[in-house]
């Protein structure tokens, strides 16, 4: 809640605790909502799993992948000091929800050092509400110090997002953005020339590159514009090299095999 309407630039927009329905515990037990990068508010939901009852573990995995709408991503929090255990079912629940992979379903362990600085941020606030925390100024004395003046200092020295649980929650990060495919090697298109021209007495540079791009497309190979571009830049080399003929057709290149190769 310090975090809410702070002026650190957090992404936290609001965090709630989601009531249960007919009875029955909550698939979270809390649900926080942030704004991404891009402007997107997006929602992640964290249940805490510290048991050793094996039936509660499975229940509330369970609860977790039979949810109708989740939200974008959901965090299990457990303790070293009591890891998560559960029968069969429970670990088919587990594996099912691993698949969605780190940014739809993670597990996160926290260590006893990480509850107890989770407990110590709160300590020295309620301390201060209470009026418990005080401290000594040169040439003033004794000093009372503020609720706010600890929630500033928290932020000041970015203690909440040293944690690895609060990080989650205050920093939103952008969708990585995958790297572009890479360009088809020189050699291998100079081969698939060479192939597909034995077969045919001519072939246009677009017609090559649909074939092309058909072959490799389940690869990540750029499109068909881009390969053509390449095969285009590859055959002009082999003209030169008078391996092919290839001759320019408004904007294409009409390929044929010179005779004798």
Known sequence: LQCKHSSQRYTLIDLSHPPGQKSKKPTYDLLVRERSPEGQEVATGLTFIVTGSK??????LRRIYEDPSPP???????DERQPLSCG??????????????????QVMQLTFSQYAQLDALEAAIGEARSGDLETVLPGVGMRQISEAEVIQSHHRNDRYRSHPLLCELLCEESAPTPPPPPPPPPFEIRQFIAAQLALTMGMSSV??????HAKYEADGRPGVEETKVRLEQVALEMHHEELINATPMGDYLYLLNRPGR
């Open 88 to 105: 069969k079912a429970g670990q088919q629940y587990w594996e099912k929800l691993s698949a969605l992979g780190k940014d739809g379903f």
């Open 55 to 60: 039936t509660s573990a499975t229940a509330s």
């Open 72 to 78: 974008e991503h959901v965090i299990v929090v457990c």
């Open 207 to 212: 017609e090559l590159a649909q074939k092309y």
